[in-house]
Structure formats: C-alpha cells, structure tokens
C-alpha cells in the first residue's frame, strides 16, 4: 500500500512538472523503524538503491543525524587542514558588501525585506487604490488615515509589520 502511494506521488511529480527521477543519479534512505520487507518493496518499485550511512555527495554527508554538530565539525575542520585548499570563513558582513571592496555582492535580505514593506506601507500611506490597498483599507482602517492607524489585538501578522 505505501509503496504505490509513492509511486503515484512520483508519477503526479512527473506529470506536473514534465521531468522524472533519474535513478543513476539518486537514492534513498530509510527511517531506522521501517521494516525490512517494505524498505525493500519501495525499493524494487522505484528502482533506488539504499543510501549507506557513510555515503557522501559533493563531499558532503547523505545522512545528517541529531548530532548535526559531530556532522558538520569534520566539514569545518577540511578548511582548517595544513597543506590542504581551506575554505575561507567570513563574516555575513563581507558577504555584503560590493565585490569592489572585497566582499561578494550579496543582497541583505533582511533590509531587502524592509524596503518592500517600506513601499507597500507609502502606497497605503498615499491612498493608491491597488486591490492590496482596498483590502487593507477595508480591513484595518476603513475610516482613518493610514498614518493614524494603531494596532488592535488580533491584527494579522502582515498588517503588524506595515504599520
């Protein structure tokens, strides 16, 4: 029963998204209370061999238990190894920064975040009459200035950050 579950799943993912799983190219893995005998019916129905415990992909580990930090402490040290290519830790702050003073351009998703709500709170707060500004001019302050709001009990959480 639960292995033609799984295989309708992969047959809806097939036909939705027009693409199939590749099976010299996967595997699978196994909760410790799955019995034998279906691990090995799921098995020969999707066509995958068993991840082992040791296996690495991209010299990462397959299988991360609870110890995450014992998994990952082996990843941290290869970039601490003499003689060997390190991998240069920095700060997220570098990350940031413009690749002409030294860091990799990355956006600041949390400040990115801020500017979207930015906007969308001026749009409410110049009366814009978007399907969004409607809504929330019918919900939260039908008979106010956008400006003069207070949050209420209740208030969702979207509502919370515009104002």
Known sequence: MVSGVIKRVLDVYKMGSGQQVNVQKSCITFSPSTSEVLRVQIMGLVELEKVQAFDKHLGHPTLVGKNKI????????????????????????????????????????????????AKQALRLAVGECSLVAQVMKAKYFRNEEFLSVRLKPGNSHVWRSLV
């Open 70 to 117: 014992k998994t990952f402490n082996e990843l941290k040290e290869k970039g601490s190894e003499e003689g060997e290519k390190k991998i240069s830790w920095v700060k997220w702050e570098t990350l940031y920064l413009p690749k002409s003073l030294g860091g990799l351009g990355l956006m600041d998703l949390g400040l990115f975040n801020q500017a979207l709500v």
